[in-house]
């Protein structure tokens, strides 16, 4: 095991000072799918001090977005601006799980979401049946088992058949999709990452 120092130590060096943040419309492992148009830009985030083997930014975040627009993911580039250190889902944070392959069922202590909330699966190998970064909708929540739940393509829909188990680092979390009919600001108010 790493151990807390060692990890902020990481973390304040991979994310530093004049980062910058941007908006998605889908998931990407290379930061393809940025919004466009209208004056929308990437912004510089201000980084607090890494605690907890967490880094969290500090103070709002604020991005012009066109209308037509669906934000999905949130993105962190290096200080230039090209070289891509990852991405987020919108809105949610991420949780380790297990899997009852058998019964399809997902558990994520603490991860408070029921039917028809929206998740998505990301790490080197997501489960068997499931596609990294699809946003699914829960399903087979109840109030007895809030923990847990399945996941289908569709609101209320089938279960999808998870026939496979993920690698270690994979993590699921809510995903918030926010559609923009017309032009406006999407802010950022919290962002952490961690190890």
Known sequence: ?????????????????SDKMSLHTAYSATGASEVTGGTYAKQTITWAAAASRAKASSGNIDFAIPAGTTVAWVGVWASNGT??????????????????????????EGIALVDTDRVTFTGATVPAGLTAGTHYFVTGW???????????????????NITGLPSADCRVSKVVLEAYTGAGTHRVSAFSVSL
């Open 1 to 17: 095991m790493i151990v807390d120092a060692r990890c902020n130590s990481i973390l304040d060096t991979e994310f530093a000072a």
């Open 83 to 108: 070289t891509f250190r990852g991405m987020w889902p919108n809105g949610g944070s991420d949780y380790s799980f297990q899997l009852d392959v058998a019964n399809n069922k997902v558990y994520a």
């Open 142 to 160: 109840t109030e007895a088992d809030p923990d847990s739940f399945t996941v289908s393509l569709t609101s209320g829909g089938a279960a999808i």
